[in-house]
């Protein structure tokens, strides 16, 4: 096998390996947006609305869910998450599925507790121009980004102590 052949193979299980995570990501914010926030007047799913209403696609009903918006964010997240996967390895990708779902628990937990915000480091709920959807998915992205960049750091380390070593 050649070494292009290869780099082939290695952008190919990237991809792959980095769309898991993306896919999770898009579908445990839009389900939470649908279900736990908003009434029948707001949209959930980001960063692009793919619906409105409190409807649940999981849960049954009629619902007002779009599958084309849904899938734009999805290839919107994987983008984001394929970057880092190229940046910081194959586990950033489970990271940052990881990373995602903690900010969103973190916003959760300070939504319950001061019931006007949550989120981190972006305020969402009521504190934001934005709404609550895209606030949720930029702080899930940005934590994505934080263990990325903890994950690159700790490899370029050890790397960095391999070359010593010798």
């Known amino acids: 096998m050649s070494d292009r052949q290869r780099q082939v193979f290695v952008w190919i299980g990237v991809a792959v390996v980095s769309f898991i995570p993306a896919w999770i990501l898009e579908n445990v914010l839009t389900q939470f947006t649908a279900i736990f926030h908003g009434g ?3 949209t959930y799913g980001a960063p692009l609305p793919v619906g409105r209403g409190l409807e649940s696609v999981i849960f049954g009903g009629p619902t ?4 084309v918006p849904f899938a734009v964010n ?3 997240t994987w983008a984001l998450v394929f970057a880092l996967t190229r940046w910081a390895g194959w586990l950033a990708a489970f990271g940052s599925m990881i990373a995602g779902v903690l900010a969103l628990a973190v916003a959760v937990g300070m939504g319950l507790a001061f019931d006007t915000f949550g989120g981190f480091p972006l305020p969402a709920f009521n504190a934001s121009p934005l709404s609550t959807s895209l606030t949720l998915w930029i702080d899930m992205m940005l934590w994505s980004f934080a263990l990325a960049a903890v994950i690159h750091r700790l490899r ?5 102590d391999r070359v010593r070593a010798t």
Not at 64 to 67: V, Y
Request: hydrophobic share 55%; proline share 0%; aromatic share 6%.
């Open 40 to 42: 029948h007047t707001t």
């Open 156 to 160: 370029a380390r050890k790397a960095l």
């Open 64 to 67: 007002t869910f779009e599958a």
């Open 74 to 76: 999805v290839v919107i």
